[in-house]
C-alpha cells in the first residue's frame, strides 16, 4: 500500500505504507539515533509530532517490551528510510509493523529521509499530514491549513492518579508531565521512596506528601501549556530541593521567573555534547525537546547557567542561587545511554541530605506531622486521594 507525507510547504514525499492504514497530522521533527527506536516510539514526550528517523534502517532488532519507556506510544506518525519487516534478536516479541498497527500509528518507508531531514533544519518543524488515502495534495493540503496542533499533550500523557513505588530512603515526588520510566529506574535504584502525581498537583497537596525532595520529569509541548505547574513550583521553591529533567527544566525556568522560546527544529538524539561550565568538561547526552530557555531572560531571576549546548550554545542547565533547586535540559535517565550524566541523580539525592542536615527544624518527622494535620484539615473536594499513609 502506498502512503505520502505532505508537508505545510507543499512537499510531498511517496513511499510505502506500513503500520496502520489512516491518516494522521502532527509537527514533523527528526531524530538522530542509530539505536533506540522503542524508546523513541514510546517517550510521551513524542506526542502529537510525527518522527522522522535519520538512521536508515529502522526495526532490525523488532520490539521488546521491556524497552518501553512508557505503557504505551504517543506519536502521530513514524517516518523511515527501510523497515525491517522480519526482525533478528532473541529479545523481539513482535515487529515495529506489528507495534504500529497494534496501536493505529501510521507509517511510512521508502522516502528519501536524507532529503526530509535538510529541509526541516532548513526551514525549521513544520506541520505535516500522513496519509494511506487517496485523496488530493490539494484537499489535503487544505484539511491540513484548517488543522492546529494539539496544545494539551501534557493531559493526554500524565498520570490520571497518584501511585507509589516504595523504597527504603528519601521519599521523593515525581511529578508526571510525561515521565519517562528511566527517571524511576534511576531514583528506584538508589533507593528512593517515589510517589508519583498529576501533572494538576496542587503545592499543597505535594506537601501533604512530605516529600524530602521534589523531581519535574520530562515531557511534550509547549511548557507555557502548563502554566498550572509553574505556579505549583514557584510556590514550593526554597521549601524542598528540586531537580527538573528537560520539561522540568524548563517550567522551573518559568517559575523562577526567566522565559522559554521554541527552537528552529529542536534537539533530538542521543549525540548532544553539552559542557558543564563549572568543570569545563563535555558530556555526551540523550536529548529530545523543540524549546529553550532564553538566554537574556535570565538576567534579573536567581538563576545561573550551569551547562551549555557545545552545538548552538543554548542552555542545557539551571541552578539556583539562593534555593536548594537545580534542572538540565537533557535526558539523564538516557535509555539506550549515553550515561554520562546519571551522577545527576547522585547530586539530587546528595542535595536532599544536605537540606536536611542544614534544616533540623523540617525534619522528616515534623513534615510527616505537618502532613497529617493538613489532611485532617483537609476539603472534602480532596477526597483522600494525596493521603500519606506513614510506613
Known amino acids: 500500500m502506498q502512503a505520502r507525507l505532505i508537508l505545510e510547504d507543499g512537499t510531498v514525499f ?17 531524530n538522530t539515533g542509530i539505536t533506540g527506536y522503542q524508546e523513541v516510539l514510546s517517550d510521551p514526550s513524542y506526542c502529537g509530532q510525527i518522527v522522522t528517523m535519520t538512521y536508515p534502517l529502522i526495526g532490525n532488532y523488532g520490539i521488546a517490551r521491556d524497552d518501553f519507556e512508557s505503557i504505551r506510544p504517543y506519536i502521530h506518525g513514524f517516518v523511515v528510510r527501510e523497515h525491517e519487516m522480519v526482525p533478528s534478536n532473541w529479545r523481539a516479541e513482535y515487529s515495529l509493523d506489528s507495534l504500529l498497527k497494534e496501536y493505529g500509528i501510521v507509517g511510512i518507508s521508502g522516502i528519501d529521509t536524507r532529503m526530509l531531514t535538510r529541509r526541516i533544519r532548513h526551514h525549521g518543524v513544520m506541520k505535516g499530514i500522513l496519509t494511506t488515502s487517496t485523496k488530493r495534495v490539494e484537499e489535503l493540503l487544505e484539511q491540513m491549513k484548517g ?125 548532544h555534547p553539552v559542557k558543564d561550565l563549572q568543570t569545563g568538561r563535555c558530556y555526551i547526552t ?69 537540606h536536611k542536615e542544614n534544616n533540623p527544624q523540617e525534619s522528616r518527622q515534623a513534615r510527616i506531622a505537618a502532613a497529617y494535620q493538613a489532611q485532617k484539615a483537609a476539603t472534602a473536594a480532596s477526597k483522600g486521594e494525596f493521603s500519606y499513609a506513614q510506613k
Not at 511517496?14 to 527528526?30: C, H, L, R
Not at 533547586?325 to 551522577?343: L, W
Open 14 to 30: 511517496t513511499g510505502k505504507a506500513f503500520g496502520s492504514e489512516g491518516e494522521s497530522i502532527g509537527e514533523v521533527v527528526f
Open 147 to 271: 488543522a492546529t496542533l494539539m496544545t494539551d499533550q501534557v493531559p493526554r500523557v500524565s498520570t490520571k492518579s497518584v501511585y507509589s513505588s516504595p523504597g527504603t530512603k528519601e521519599r521523593v515526588v515525581l511529578v508526571d508531565f510525561g515521565s519517562k520510566s528511566g527517571i524511576m529506574r534511576d531514583l528506584s535504584k538508589r533507593g528512593c521512596d517515589i510517589v508519583v502525581v498529576p501533572h494538576d498537583t496542587t503545592a499543597e497537596q505535594i506537601r501533604r506528601l512530605a516529600p524530602d525532595g521534589i523531581l519535574l520529569s520530562n515531557g511534550p509541548g509547549d511548557p507555557k501549556d502548563v502554566a498550572h505547574a509553574s505556579k505549583m513550583i514557584a510556590e514550593l521553591l526554597g521549601e524542598f530541593p528540586i531537580f527538573g529533567i528537560c520539561l522540568g527544566h524548563q517550567l522551573f525556568a518559568l517559575a523562577s521567573g526567566a522565559d522559554t522560546e521554541k527552537l528552529k527544529f529542536g534537539h533530538r538524539g542521543g549525540n
Open 286 to 354: 540523550s536529548q529530545n525537546h523543540g524549546y529553550t530557555v532564553k538566554e537574556d531572560s535570565i538576567a534579573g531571576t536567581d538563576l545561573e547557567v550551569t551547562h551549555i549546548n557545545n552545538n548552538d550554545r543554548t542552555i542545557e542547565g539551571l541552578r539556583h542561587k539562593k534555593y536548594p533547586a537545580f534542572s538540565v535540559q537533557y535526558h539523564p535517565e538516557a535509555a539506550p545511554g549515553p550515561f554520562d550524566s546519571s551522577y545527576l541523580f547522585d547530586d539530587f539525592i546528595q542535595m536532599i541530605r544536605d
